[in-house]
Every structure is written in C-alpha cells, then in structure tokens.
DNA sequence: AAGTCTATTTTGAATACTCGAAATGCAAGC
DNA sequence: GCTTGCATTTCGAGTATTCAAAATAGACTT
C-alpha cells in the first residue's frame, strides 16, 4: 500500500498534468506539498525506483499508468469524501477540503464505494470538480466555458469552480456564486475588465475578469 | 497533536485498564498492539516523558489525566464511527472494526461532532459497547448482567456483546443474540454447562457457558 | 566566452517508529 | 541460597520522511 505521503505527491503530480500540459517540475510539487525542494527530490527517486512517476534529471516528473491509477483513485477519494461531508454532514463547503486531505487516506475502497451508492454515484463533488469513477475515467471537461468567455444574456448556471483557496471560496460564497446558481452574464466593459451579471434572485453582481475566468457555467437542466 | 501510533498505544492502554484493574504490563500492549517488547519500551518511555503516561519499570503502565482525556477521546471517535458505519453505510457490524480503526484517527473533532448529531447522540455503539460523551464520561456498566448470571425466565434484551473477535461476532450473527434482540432464559443445566433460551422469533438457543458470559443483557425498554 | 541567476540535487543529520537479538531483573521453585 | 524462566529492557540497526545548507547544472545575459 502506498503511505499517506506518496498518495499526497501522486495526487499533487496528477493535479499538475491535468492543468498544464507536459512534465511536471519539481517546483510544482515543492509549492503544492509545501516542503522544501531537496525532500521531493529524494521522494521522487524513491517513488520512481517503485514505478510509480518517471524522473527526468533537471526536468521534473511524469506519472506512470500505474502511478496514474492511484493517483486517481485517491483523487476520487478526496471529491466523493468532500460531497459526503458537504451533502450528508451539512458542513460547509468552503472547510471540507482539509477534512478531506486527512480523510482520503484513510477510507477504504469498501467504505468508499458505499459512501458512493449513499450519494447515489455523484459526477462532480461540491466545488464543480468532476470525480473520477472505480475506473478512473473523468467525465470530458474540454469543452468548458467560464463567466469570461460565456454567452451574453443567456440564462446559464454556475457549474464548477476553479480556484480551491480559501479566499475565493469566500468570495464566491459572498456572492452566491455556488455550483447550481442560476446567472446570466449582462455585459462585459472591455476596457475596465468588470463582467457585470445577474443571479437567478435578481441581484446585479459585477466581477473582476480574472474571477470571471474561475466560475465555469453551463446551460441550465 | 497525537500521532496515530500514540493514539493506538493510549487506547489499546484505556481498554485494558477498563477491564482489569490496576497497572497495565507491558505484556498487555505487546499482544494488543502486534509489536515486539521492545518497540513497547521505547514507545512507551517516549510517551512517558510526554506526560501521557505513567512507567513503573518492570511493572508496566498507568494512563495520566491528560493520558486517558486523549484517549477517550480516541474510543469515542472509534465508537461512533462504527455506529456510523453500520447504521449509515449499512455495512456488516461484525466487519467494521477495521474500518474504524483506520477512520478514528483521520476523523477531526469538527467532523465527528457533525457524525454525532447525525446519528442522534447515541450511548453504545453497534456491538452494545458505550459511547463517552465529548467530556469523556462513560454511561455506567457496573451493574452489567450476562446470560451467564441473568434471572430465568424474564423477557430480557441483549445490550452487548463482550467479544470483538471476529469469530464470535459471526456466532452472534448466526444465532441472531444481537444487541436489541429479546430473549428469555429457560434453564441453566449445571452439569453440562448449557444455558438454554429462547429468542422473540421463538427460536430455541443452547448455549455454552463461556459464550453466555459474553452476552449482556438487560430490561426491554 | 564569461558571468549570473535560479531550479535542482547532494549531503549530513534529525525524528518517529520498528525489528532482532543479547542482556538483565525478578519471582518462584527446589 | 541458587537456579530457572519469563517479562522486560537495552542495543544496534533499518525505513520513511523531513530539514538546512552547500554544490551543481542549465539557461539567460551581456
């Protein structure tokens, strides 16, 4: 079995690649697991000796398919565990995401796969992030739009959210703009960059393009 | 915080002070934890030096207050998390306790308390075993009957099961003397050994001697 | 081409936990 | 009182993970 640890570094490289395309740097993992560069040096060696990522000297690391598995079954782990808490727990779900960290190391495949049925096998946990099957198969998220780039005046609905920190979950706490929040975009003023919409409660909101580019939306069911 | 190797050693120390009293021998956290003696010793000095527990060399251990507030703490996180298991997941209340050994340490007091409400404030868990209060208080079991001593012939109920071992936990299974299930106590054959009863359902049981003294029971609500 | 900057690697050391095997203390029996 | 036996302790060593600090490789300037 592999340790917490190795899971937290698998987890941090398959997050990595799904963003960016190519190897992953050293330094990415550095930022994302918050330890000093010499300690993911020494574990990744480690982990390549076990085949789980491949080291390229200077460069960064890959994940292998095997490497690539667990890594996705923990990502699944950690986005049914935060759709648990959110959904059965009542928690809220700006906080789950620490629980989480700790949790998906310790739930087991068994009780993970009963927590799954009990959510009646959810495709995307409380922040819009799509989870992972028993196969590991994503459900297809290349054809998504943000509030950046969305239909003006069509009546949409905020579908994921792409930004975890704690600040901008405040944020969109703020205004409403949670997985399931019906909007339409009013305009864009191009040259201050606001994105002016509205939410389904009648609210006017204007928005920095830059948040803009974090709520993704999708035509309403 | 308690590492979960700690939290291990300071419960497996609390259920042992529980059932027999005074200090508990290395011996005891040798057989319960699967270590060699030595891993003991150097545990536990560490622990010691900790303020978690009490050495007398050559003797064995005693829990500090400190100690054994951290270590009900842990129980009352195993507890309810195997209620949680049983009555939530609808998983098999003879196979949860591994589970449950690995959730009781990833489970944060935030978490648990959510778990808590959940499932109403329960007072035992699903082996009949009490749960303690966030303040750390066990609801009495001085006054525990088995079927090995119980009155005859009084319609009773069984309220726990003394033996977490897997293999009586499939007798309790089979024979249905599950917590909460009535039964009724015909006759004690002394010479034999044989407790025999009977179930709600009407089902006749003969029983041995060191099985009945497992099985608490007490008045039907 | 030489020098600089930055990411990465190396090295040495620490912590927490574990084992196996040898040494020791103590209680019980003869 | 001496010996035996078992529980416990000590010792040396190994794994996994981490850090701080020094060394190095490449890429980027000038």
Redesign the interface.
Known sequence: MATSTVENYLKATLLHEQENDGIVPMGALVEALGVVPGTVTTMVKAMAAQGLMEHESRQGVRLTPVGRALALGVLRKHRLVETF?VR????DWSEVHD?AE??E????N??LE??DE?LGHPTADPHGDPIPNQEGVIADTATQVTMQGCAINKSLQVTRILDQSPDFLAYVQDTGLKPGTRVKVLRREEASGVVRCETKIGHEIALGLTAAAKIVVGAVA
């Open positions: 808490l059965t727990l009542k928690m629980e700790a949790l190391h310790a739930v087991s068994r009780v009963r927590i009990f």
